[in-house]
DNA sequence: AATACGGGGTG
DNA sequence: CACCCAGTATT
C-alpha cells in the first residue's frame, strides 16, 4: 500500500477542507441532475473549464431536458457545440442521451460505461457525483496531483486508478473527486505550481524533491504531420457553397467549405536551400492539379487566388490555399453560413474572403 | 501502446 | 512555441 491510514485520513480531511473553502462556483456543482453533471463531464473533456462554461450554459438552454436532446436534429445539437472541437462528442452524446430517453439513466458505472462517448473518467464522474457511487476518476488534473504525491515520473494509467481508487474518501465520492481536480486546475498546475497554497504539501513528495515541476514528466507526443489543401469558396461570408465533411477523418461529418488535399514532394517539409526553388516549384504544380480537381467536381470555369491560411490542428498542421470561384449562372446552393456548424477553420477562411473584400470591390476580382 | 480527433488557454 | 486541458474510440 502507497499510504499509511493516518497519513491517508490526514490527506482526505486536509483536501476536502481546503475544497470546500475554496471550490469555484461552478453551475454543474450547484445541481445532481445526471443530466447536467453528464453534460458538464462530456463538455470538458480535453476542455478548460473556462471554454466550455458557455457551451455549457448555451447547451442547456436549448437542450433544458435529456428529452430535448433526444428528439433535436442533429444539426442543431452540433450547432450548438460549435467552435469547441472534438465534435463526435456531441454526436456521441445526443446518441447516448436517446438511448437514454428509452431505456431511463445507466445506475451502475458499468452500465454508464456501455454508452458511446462514455470511457472510464466520464463513467466514474457521473456515477460518483450524480450517484454517490465510489469510483475514482483519473483526469488529466489526477495524473498531475498523483504524479507530485507520489513523485513519480511516468506513472502509468493503471498504477493511477490503483492509487486512485485508494486515496477515494468513500463517503463523498463526488465531491472527493471533484476536489482532487480542483487542486489539479487551481494549484498542482503544470508549470509553477503554486505549493505554498497546497493543503497538502507536506504529504507531497514531489514537494520535497524542490522541483514539484518536473512531474510528472511531460508526455512526449507525435510530431505534428503538415498536411496540404486547396479551398474553393462560392459565394460570399454570409451566403456560401458548403458541402459535408465525409464521415471519418477531420471535421468528420460536419458541413464546410469544400477542399481537395494534395501531396507535397517528399522533401518538401526539409527546406533544402540548395532545392527550395525547384520543389517549391513541383509544389506549386501539385497544387494547380489539386484546384483544378475541385473545379471540375463543382463546375467551376474560374477562380481567384484569395490568400493561403495556416491552420493549426492539435496534431495537425494545415497549409490551406484558398481560392473564390466564379460559380457562372449560380448553380451551386449557397448556404446561410450562420445556419450551420462550422469549423473554426472554415470560418477563418470566410474572414479571409472578409479582408480580401474590404480593399477590392467584389466585381473586380474577376 | 499509439494514434486520431479541435480548439483554445498558459507560461 | 511547447505543453496542456475534468478523454474516447480506433488501430
Not at 450554459?57 to 450548438?80: C, H, N
Not at 467551376?300 to 491552420?311: D, E, K, N, R, V
Request: glycine letters at 6%.
Amino acid at each position: 500500500m502507497v499510504w499509511e491510514l493516518q497519513q491517508l485520513e490526514q490527506l482526505q480531511d486536509q483536501l476536502l477542507q481546503w475544497y470546500t473553502q475554496n471550490q469555484r462556483p461552478l453551475p454543474w456543482r450547484a445541481s445532481r441532475d445526471p443530466y447536467r453533471i453528464w453534460l458538464s463531464e462530456v463538455l470538458l473533456q480535453q476542455t478548460q473549464v473556462a471554454t466550455g462554461l458557455p457551451y455549457y450554459l448555451r447547451f442547456l438552454e436549448r437542450f433544458p431536458s435529456i428529452q430535448d436532446l433526444a428528439v433535436a436534429p442533429q444539426a442543431d445539437v452540433l450547432k450548438a457545440w460549435e467552435g469547441c472541437g472534438y465534435y463526435a462528442r456531441a454526436r456521441n452524446f445526443q446518441r447516448a442521451a436517446q438511448q437514454v430517453a428509452e431505456h431511463g439513466f445507466p445506475k451502475s458505472y458499468a452500465d454508464w460505461l456501455e454508452l458511446p462517448g462514455v470511457g472510464s473518467y466520464t463513467a466514474a464522474a457521473v456515477a460518483s457525483i450524480a450517484y454517490n457511487l465510489p469510483h475514482a476518476v483519473v483526469d488529466g488534473n489526477v495524473r498531475r496531483v498523483l504524479g507530485r504525491l507520489l513523485a513519480q515520473k511516468n506513472p502509468s494509467s493503471a498504477e493511477l486508478q490503483t492509487w486512485a481508487d485508494t486515496l477515494l474518501e468513500r463517503n463523498q465520492p463526488g465531491i472527493w473527486n471533484q476536489a482532487v481536480m480542483e487542486l489539479g486546475a487551481v494549484v498542482c498546475s503544470p508549470k509553477n505550481p503554486r505549493c505554498s497554497a497546497c493543503p497538502v504539501q507536506q504529504n507531497c513528495l514531489a514537494f520535497k524533491t524542490g522541483q514539484p515541476q518536473d512531474f510528472p514528466a511531460a508526455k512526449t507526443r507525435a510530431a505534428v504531420k503538415e498536411i496540404y489543401a486547396v479551398a474553393l469558396i462560392i459565394g460570399d461570408s454570409q451566403h456560401v457553397y458548403l458541402e459535408q465533411r465525409p464521415k471519418t477523418g477531420l471535421l468528420a461529418g460536419l458541413m464546410g467549405l469544400p477542399l481537395e488535399p494534395f501531396e507535397p514532394p517528399q522533401e518538401f517539409k526539409e527546406l533544402k536551400e540548395l532545392k527550395e526553388l525547384k520543389e517549391n516549384q513541383e509544389n506549386q504544380e501539385n497544387q494547380e492539379l489539386a484546384l483544378e480537381r475541385l473545379s471540375r467536381r463543382l463546375n467551376i470555369t474560374s477562380s481567384t487566388y484569395l490568400g493561403t491560411i495556416q491552420h493549426r490542428f492539435t496534431h495537425r498542421l494545415l497549409e490551406l490555399h484558398v481560392y473564390l470561384g466564379n460559380d457562372e449562372g449560380s448553380i451551386l446552393t449557397r448556404s446561410r453560413v450562420a445556419n450551420y456548424a462550422l469549423a473554426t477553420l472554415d470560418h477563418k477562411v470566410l474572414g479571409l474572403l472578409k479582408g480580401t473584400l474590404e480593399d477590392k470591390v467584389q466585381g473586380s476580382l474577376f
